[in-house]
């Protein structure tokens, strides 16, 4: 057994104080923290249009949306009717305007009179009903309906206001249509998805409604809403946009904050499992490299090891091992430095901090634009054809979350490896099994975390396999036209199945320190993460013997998901 293991808190000094840096990144840290977007309750209304729409807002109005109501700004209402006034103008010009008196994508040379400007939009529709794969989650359709209505009350798209509030009163009764996930490649939009939304405002279409699938039409009924009959350029405005991929991409971004704070409390469970060095996370050492997101990662990780008797200084380290005296070489018995693992963490971490910090810049950017196309200006009078449903921009932000994540699912799974190692965990168990005599009859029989670890190096295989950049597999469709695509849906699905990965890793990892934490001892740990290990044995009891563990992984990844476990370390430390 190691010796600082052996010796237990004798060999120790106290807790070296923290300075004036320490105390200041701390606080830092906890004031970053101490509104988590999980903990905010959702507002009364939300205000669709005046261009204010927030990635917090999208995801806690996807997660909530039974308990908020989402309106429609009332300037919003006079810019959409004046562009729709702008359009009848022109149509009555009898000039070609692209997707509404022009056929669509490579056929935009084939013009039709006024008169067919209806019947091409149902057309439109009908012809994209071509999704496949498994049903988008609830929250990522209450996030895509959300997002949608939000760029088309911009009042550039020249749809109606009675369109965009029908939209919103689905959203607000939560009648949501079933969108198959797969089927767009992110530009012109996500047309295949989108047509899903636009179906179900003309009353076609399957819903989730109360409970159940039901006929769109029967769900719209029950509440009083009128399917509506869409005019000239509002289906292609309701489908020709950067929504699901944006809607996709709100929730992994929110999520993604979530697990950035579970890694800094695995990776502070995890230095007093390995009897870690606590001196790597030192102000000194953050403030020479200094980039917001790994001094906050660093601060956050010393202020749940505060009060630790197991993670010790760099002073009690050294105190800790012989002095070399006048031998020319001396074995020391504790390492004064850990391996990249824990000591590289905030370096991870705050990578996945700094990146989110951007990207959710470039969502928000998303989010509040008009995304469909052609777009019509009331103050030049003017219609102008472009490209700003391409979800370039969206792609990019998704490809780089989901490496960063992937990332930090690596990091979680290499400290695993170590704690659950007899040759790396400091005389921790083996597998972390209970401790037993030799001449226990149980002795030899168990097998602990083997298979929990086993089962986190396939996730996280998994996860990195996935950071492979969607963005880069463009390929030329629809007769050449759309000949350069971002595959920015592609991008935000990885995004979230990278999310949903390694809230599963982050699980196994943490019921695995909880057990470390228990062999020992658990009155041993460090203030915030003494409050991590109380939660996670609310509901996970210690594993004295092998038994299944899956429901384990289930219950703490949910803790994770919610944002409890992260919060009983903010409030309780």
């Not at 009179?113 to 989650?137: E, F, M």
């Not at 630790?308 to 105190?319: E, G, I, M, T």
């Not at 086993?454 to 295989?461: N, R, Y």
Request: glycine share 8%.
């Amino acid at each position: 057994m190691h010796d600082l293991e052996r010796n237990g808190a004798q060999t120790r000094s106290p807790p070296c104080p923290a300075d004036d840096r320490q105390d200041a990144m701390t606080q830092q840290a906890e004031d970053q923290d101490a509104k988590p977007a999980t903990a905010i309750a959702p507002p009364e209304q939300l205000v669709v249009g005046s261009d204010t729409l927030t990635v917090e807002d999208v995801a806690r109005h996807a997660r909530d949306g039974h308990e908020a109501r989402a309106t429609l700004d009332a300037a919003a209402v006079a810019r959409m009717d004046d562009a729709v006034a702008l359009k009848h103008r022109l149509i009555a010009t009898r000039q070609p305007i692209y997707g509404v008196t022009t056929g669509f994508g490579d056929s935009c040379i084939r013009q039709i009179s006024p008169d067919k400007a209806a019947r091409l939009q149902r057309n439109l529709v009908t012809y994209h009903l071509n999704g496949s794969g498994p049903p988008a989650a609830p929250d990522v359709v209450r996030a895509t309906m959300l997002i949608r209505a939000n760029c088309l009350a911009r009042g550039y798209s020249s749809v109606r206001p009675a369109v965009v509030e029908l939209l919103l009163s689905c959203l607000n009764a939560d009648i949501l249509p079933v969108i198959p996930e797969r089927g767009s490649v992110g530009a012109s939009g996500d047309l295949v998805p989108l047509c899903y939304v636009a179906n179900m405002l003309t009353g076609d279409g399957q819903v989730h409604f109360r409970g159940e699938l039901c006929p769109a039409s029967r769900a719209l009924a029950d509440v009083g809403l009128e399917p509506v009959a869409l005019e000239a350029k509002e289906a292609l405005a309701l489908i020709n946009g950067t929504s699901f991929m944006s809607g996709f991409a709100a929730l992994a971004i929110e999520a993604s904050r979530e697990l950035a704070a579970v890694a800094d409390i695995c990776t502070a469970l995890a230095a007093e499992a390995l009897l870690g060095n606590r001196g790597h996370f030192d102000p000194v050492i953050h403030e020479q490299k200094p980039h917001p997101g790994q001094v906050r990662s660093a601060a956050r990780i010393r202020f749940l090891l505060a009060g630790s008797q197991l993670s010790q200084d760099h002073p009690q380290v050294l105190q800790a091992n012989p002095e070399i005296g006048d031998r020319g070489y001396l074995h020391l018995t504790h390492a004064i430095q850990d391996r990249y693992s824990l000591r590289c963490a905030p370096h991870v971490t705050g990578v996945l901090l700094d990146t989110l910090e951007w990207v959710t810049d470039w969502l928000n950017t998303e989010i509040n634009s008009t995304n469909d196309n052609p777009l019509f200006d009331v103050d030049s009078q003017n219609v102008y054809s472009g490209g700003n449903f391409y979800g370039g921009h969206v792609g990019q932000a998704m490809d780089a979350l989901k490496v960063a994540v992937a990332s930090i699912g690596d990091l979680l799974d290499r400290q695993l490896a170590l704690v659950v190692d007899e040759k790396f965990n400091h005389g921790l168990t083996p597998n972390l099994v209970d401790r037993h005599a030799d001449d226990d009859q149980e002795m030899g029989l168990h097998h602990g975390f083997k298979g929990m670890q086993i089962a986190c190096s396939a996730l996280t295989a998994e996860a990195l396999k996935l950071g492979t950049p969607a963005t880069a597999f463009s390929r030329s469709t629809e007769a050449h036209n759309q000949d350069k695509v971002s595959m920015g849906t592609i991008a935000a699905r990885d995004a979230r199945d990278v999310v949903d990965l390694v809230r599963h890793i982050a699980a196994i990892h943490l019921s695995a320190l909880c057990q470390a934490a228990d062999l020992r001892g658990a009155d041993r740990l460090g203030r915030g993460t003494a409050a991590a290990y109380r939660l996670v044995r609310k509901h996970v009891a210690f594993a004295d013997s092998d038994r299944r563990m899956d429901s384990d992984i289930a219950v703490l990844t949910e803790l994770i998901r919610s944002g409890e476990l992260r919060r009983s370390c903010l409030e309780e430390a």
